[in-house]
């Protein structure tokens, strides 16, 4: 099944990073301990009905008690780099800096602190999703008052971790919070009104990340000399048929929709025309006034333009477009909107360096889950990063694409969101019934060990290595 595919041999640049990835209400736990604040996902998980068997992050990996732990486990991986986020109502429990929580300062420096003294270069997310409650009742991410609360809140951090922390990343999947979250309702707060409020929330986390970046920009960064920027997410549309005009045309749609959505404001200046011109033509034809996406002033336009010193990508799989289908012979995983389709990833960094740019980009999330009974001999998972960071190796040495470092999804088993505990992306196992949340390597981990060890696939024709990993 897992058949291996051919392979190009070589390397990345010799200061490629290396990392792996987790998030706040993923891993830590502690959800009310030493004085945090509630979160949206706090309360939506604690809704009968959201969350699949009304799993919670109460406990999650227990990572908040688990520090030493978490740090011999990113050091039997031997990355470069690890990211995480940070919990906005864990240091601030009401969203504002008129209440800070030291202990939850403290909790996160202890973390930063260890991670530098294992030679790991922390890469911190300010938001990861779980935004304070106490925002939400004031409108949430609906609520221009939001972009002064981020603005504030990231001003704090930077002041606070800005000398340790050489990587920001502001807001993670835009596209998601704003779908998930205020469009179908899936995801915290679980907002249903798939007609117009998902542009609305997207609207203003656009705002709030330019925001941050400029505070960034204009007082920290001559003096910590660290780069920030937004993390997109995107599949990869591919025409179903190449050579049918339609399905091409419906492919570039899906990626303007997409990608485009939150990339051109911030890469080439406001909303792609495609988008601005289908969302108006169908709300007139809906019987509305105006278009149900916001538009931005030309000052807006061009305080929101540039904001960006890498392009942060979270890319898991692909889509066959006309209508939207996956392609029958991608693998499966342990989620259903996730087919294993490794070229379309090679084809979305192309897409990147040709559309926005050229920047640099830092895979800040890619991996891949399953369901159902344990099984530590995780095949699918080395299969799947060993042809996923191939197609990206064939992007950066044949297509010239400027990637910078690589981030699997992740560290270990943990709240998959409203999947819960059963859809697991780990590459180590986290036993969620086991008071004590025991961590063990599945057989990916040596797997991606040696990969990173060897910056890559050398050739053994350039000399005898150590780096051929068995499939
Ligand atoms: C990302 N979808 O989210 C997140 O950044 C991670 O926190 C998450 O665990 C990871 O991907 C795996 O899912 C997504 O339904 C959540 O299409 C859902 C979707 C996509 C990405």
């Known amino acids: 099944r897992f058949q291996r595919h051919k392979y190009h041999y070589g390397t990345f640049p010799q200061d490629f990073l290396w990392g792996v990835s987790s998030s706040a209400y993923q891993i830590e ?18 809704t009968p009905g959201k969350v699949l068997h009304n799993d919670n992050g109460d406990i999650a990996c227990d990572s908040y008690n688990k520090l030493e732990i978490d740090i011999g486990l ?27 929580n030291e202990a939850g300062v403290d909790y996160y420096h202890r973390v930063i602190d260890a991670l530098l003294a294992a030679n790991i270069q922390p890469q911190v997310t300010l938001y990861h999703w779980d935004l304070p409650q106490a925002l939400e009742d004031q409108g949430g991410w609906l609520s221009d008052m939001v972009v002064d609360r981020f603005r504030e809140y990231a001003d704090f951090l930077f002041s606070r971790f800005g000398h340790k922390v050489k990587f920001w990343i502001t807001i993670n999947e835009p596209y998601i919070i704003a779908l998930l979250g205020y469009g179908y309702g899936s995801f915290a707060p679980g907002n249903h009104d798939p007609g117009s409020l998902h542009y609305v929330a997207g609207h203003n986390v656009i705002k709030a990340h330019a925001e941050a970046w400029h505070v960034y920009n204009d007082k920290y960064r001559a003096e910590q000399k660290g780069r920030i ?11 179903r048929n190449p050579y049918k ?58 305080r929101i333009r540039g904001t960006h010193d890498f392009f942060g990508l979270n890319h898991y799989t692909s889509v066959l477009a006309f209508m939207v289908i996956s392609d029958r012979t991608w693998l499966e995983s342990g989620s259903n909107w996730l087919k294993i389709a490794p070229l379309g990833f090679r084809k979305l960094l192309k897409y990147i360096k040709d559309e926005y740019g050229d920047p640099p980009i830092l895979v800040t999330e890619n991996g891949v889950s399953e369901n159902g009974p344990v099984d530590l001999n995780d095949e699918h998972r080395s299969y799947f990063y060993e042809n996923y960071i191939n197609e990206m190796l064939k992007a950066n040495m044949t297509d010239g694409a400027n990637v910078i470092g690589y981030t699997a999804w992740s560290l270990m088993d943990n709240l998959e969101w409203a999947s819960g505990y059963g859809e697991r992306f780990g590459l180590f196992y986290v036993n969620h019934t086991n008071a004590d949340r025991p961590r063990t390597p599945k057989t990916s981990v040596p797997f991606y060990t040696t990969i990173v060890r060897c910056n890559g696939f050398p050739n053994p024709a350039d000399g005898p290595h150590d780096c051929t990993n068995p499939l």
């Open 29 to 46: 736990g502690a959800w009310r301990a030493d004085g945090k604040g509630m979160s949206i996902w706090d309360k939506f998980s604690h």
């Open 74 to 100: 990113l050091k039997q991986l031997k990355v470069t780099h690890y990211r995480m986020s940070i919990s906005w109502p864990r240091v601030l429990p009401d969203g504002t800096t008129n209440n800070i």
């Open 229 to 239: 920027s937004i993390t997109l997410n995107s599949d990869w549309a591919e025409p």
């Open 245 to 302: 005009q339609e399905d091409i045309d419906a492919a570039k749609r899906y990626m303007d929709f997409f990608l485009g959505w939150f990339a051109n404001p911030i890469f080439v200046g406001d909303y792609n025309e495609p988008m601005k011109r289908i969302i108006r033509e169908r709300s007139l034809a809906n019987g509305l006034d105006k278009s149900r996406l916001p538009e931005f002033t030309p000052a807006e336009i061009e």
